[in-house]
C-alpha cells in the first residue's frame, strides 16, 4: 500500500469541500483525504451484513460502535438540527397518525376548549400526552 493513490476519480465537489476543510481548519489536503477515508471506512462496515465471524468489515461490532460514535456524533447533531435524523421523521409520522386516529367529537368537550381554536386544542392534548409519557402525571392544561 506505499503506492500513490491516484485521486482522478473523486468529484469535483468532494474535493471543492475537502479544501473548504483544509483552509477552515489548517490541515494539509492529505490529512482531511485520510480522516475522510477513515470515517467512510467505518460507515461502510456498516452496511454490509456481519462475516461469518460476526464481524462487521473485520471489527468487532461493539468496537466499530465506539469507533462511529466518535465519528458520527456531530454529523447526527446536524442531522437533529436541520430536522432530518430518520427517526426524528418517524416520530413525526407516528404523531401525525395518532392526531388523525383520534376523533375529537368523541372527547368531552371543556368549557376552556370551546373557546380556543381547534389547533391549539390539539396541541395541548399532545403536549399532556407527552408528560404522561415521561411520567409527570398531568398535563399542563390540566392540574
Known amino acids: 500500500m506505499s503506492n500513490p493513490i491516484s485521486l482522478r476519480n473523486i468529484p469535483p ?4 469541500l475537502a479544501q473548504q476543510l483544509c483552509d ?12 475522510a477515508i477513515v470515517s467512510g471506512l467505518l460507515v461502510e462496515a456498516t452496511k454490509f451484513a456481519p462475516c461469518e465471524d460476526g464481524t462487521l468489515g473485520g ?28 427517526y426524528q421523521q418517524d416520530q413525526r409520522k407516528e404523531k401525525s397518525a395518532q392526531i388523525l386516529q383520534v376523533p375529537l367529537q368523541d372527547k368531552p368537550a371543556e368549557a376552556t376548549s370551546e373557546t380556543k381554536p381547534r ?4 396541541f395541548d392534548e399532545t403536549i ?16
Request: glycine content about 10%; proline content about 3%; charged content about 25%.
Open 13 to 16: 465537489h468532494a474535493l471543492e
Open 24 to 35: 477552515h481548519t489548517g490541515l494539509s489536503i492529505a490529512d482531511v483525504l485520510r480522516q
Open 59 to 86: 471489527v468487532e461490532p461493539a468496537r466499530l460502535a465506539k469507533a462511529l460514535r466518535r465519528h458520527l456524533s456531530s454529523a447526527i447533531d446536524v442531522l437533529l438540527e436541520y430536522d432530518e435524523h430518520p
Open 119 to 122: 389547533q391549539e386544542a390539539i
Open 128 to 143: 399532556g400526552e407527552d408528560l404522561d409519557m415521561l411520567g409527570m402525571g398531568f398535563g399542563l392544561s390540566g392540574g
